[in-house]
């Protein structure tokens, strides 16, 4: 019964923190953190450690068990006989010395396989998103090499650990055996009748099961606790208290203010240095700048997914503050997510909206001929990644997605790049003439996207001067 009861315990802590740590994922880590970490970091944050986080409650009640049954036992053993009572005193001293040598080995073990499955994980999940292209690249026998070493390395430490664990358990009953049979041997003269032996050894083997117990859940205990690097980090985030969803702020936004905003990332510098811009409702306008100059990191300030490390941006003239007009941004990426579910749903993820206006958004984005010509309409199922649509068709998706929150602000992160010209200029006019009362952001490498901007922001400094120069040429 109380196996079954710590088992239960310790198996509702890993239900109930790995949901935490998921919800804590997705509702309040940093985008700059995740961006830094990989993707076997977090798989780990809510797979292994909060199992292992589970395993250490059960394994603390183990152990405390163990703990009182065996000093019940040396209780029993020390009215029964004094001699052999410190006799087991002094064995089990020496035991534990070679006891903790083991489990220190085994905790070094156990640091290295968290690290390995971590690498294993995130080699899984990158090769399974990136299956075309390593395929295309004829890569595939590198990357099964890459992950079947990384899980040979895990396999070999875990059975490294356990064979410690069993040796842990069983050794020291395994030398008091050898030496009761030398004590015991043919002929040897004992000083104790038959039945008093018995006894005797009842009660010592008694005694080493509870012992045996207790180290084996105490060296569980141990090397999980190691495991969990930051054991109180999962406590703080399990105890964290999650802030009510915010409401869609009845304000519209109508200006949005860049003063002096910088960011940048710990390990790669300052992305974004001193940047002030105003936008205005019923204009468009268009990031432009090279690759990593941090178009997509002002994106992510613009929707309070990052805060500046100075500067700051202000809503309507800073009478709306940026967190209570977050729900009024909307973000389409260049590779819109999709979910292997029914249009339908990966339209509305949660968003409540009458077929007319799902029908009306992808009308906007030239989509719906397109999914009124499938077999179930609306209630087509997608397949994974939604490989059933081109590229193009998951981008107006997105963007058609986007449309029926209604926001004041989309910021479309080179979210037409899959379309071609003529589709990509059509479907950018009727998005400005639906949003006419909003602002659209296009964050573009597209010369031609840039062109249809009333506005541009230049981010970089070779590509200030370029800007600056198309601009000259066109007020020209």
């Known amino acids: 019964m109380l196996t079954v009861l710590t088992t239960y315990l310790g198996k509702q802590v890993h239900e109930r923190l790995s949901a935490r740590i998921f919800g804590h994922i997705l509702l309040s880590e940093p985008m700059a953190r995740v961006y830094t970490r990989s993707i076997g970091h977090y798989i780990t944050l809510a797979g292994d450690d909060t199992f292992k986080s589970g395993t250490i409650v ?244 613009l929707l309070g997914l990052s805060l500046p490390n100075s500067g700051a941006v202000t809503v309507n003239e800073g009478v709306l503050s940026l967190e209570a007009a977050r729900r009024r941004f909307m973000l389409v990426e260049q590779q819109p997510k999709i979910f292997s579910t029914t249009v339908r749903e990966n339209l509305l993820l949660g968003a409540a909206a009458n077929d007319d206006a799902l029908h009306a958004a992808l009308d906007v984005v030239n989509l719906d001929d397109t999914v009124r010509s499938l077999g179930e309409g609306l209630d087509t199922r997608l397949t994974y990644l939604g490989e059933n649509f081109s590229g193009g068709q998951r981008q107006r998706l997105g963007i058609a997605r986007a449309l029926i929150r209604q926001p004041d602000v989309l910021i479309l992160d080179e979210a037409t790049s899959a379309l071609d010209l003529d589709t990509r200029i059509e479907v950018v006019a009727k998005l400005r003439t639906h949003m006419r009362d909003g602002i659209i952001i296009f964050i573009t490498h597209d010369p031609e996207i840039a062109a249809l901007a009333d506005e541009v922001l230049p981010i970089g400094e070779p590509q200030t001067r370029a800007v600056a120069a198309t601009q000259e040429g066109r007020a020209d």
């Open 58 to 301: 059960a394994s603390l009640l183990q152990s405390f068990v163990g703990f009182l049954t065996a000093m019940i036992g040396l209780l029993v053993l020390y009215q029964f006989s004094s001699s052999i009572f410190f006799g087991v005193l002094v064995f089990l001293g020496c035991s534990l010395v070679l006891i903790g040598s083991l489990i220190g080995v085994m905790m070094k073990l156990n640091a290295t396989a968290v690290t390995l499955s971590r690498e294993a994980g995130t080699t899984f999940v990158e090769a399974f998103n990136s299956l075309r292209s390593i395929r295309a690249l004829h890569s595939e026998r590198f990357v099964m090499s890459s992950y079947a070493n990384h899980m040979h390395n895990y396999v070999r430490k875990l059975v490294q650990m356990d064979a410690i664990k069993s040796g842990v358990k069983a050794f020291p009953a395994i030398v008091l055996l050898l030496l009761s049979a030398i004590a015991l041997r043919p002929a040897a003269q004992v000083d104790m009748t038959d039945a008093a032996l018995f006894a005797g050894t009842v009660i010592v083997i008694r005694v080493f099961a509870s012992l045996g117990q207790m180290a084996a859940a105490c060296s569980q205990l141990l090397t999980d606790i190691r495991a969990v690097r930051d054991i109180g980090a999962l406590v703080k985030l399990a105890q964290e208290e999650w802030r009510p969803l915010a409401g869609i702020s009845a304000i519209k936004v109508s200006t949005i203010g860049l003063h002096q905003v910088s960011f940048g990332y710990d390990d790669r510098g300052h992305v974004l240095r001193d940047v002030s811009f105003r936008f205005e409702a019923g204009h468009t306008y268009a990031i432009v700048g090279p690759s990593g100059a941090g178009k997509s990191t002002l994106a992510d300030i």
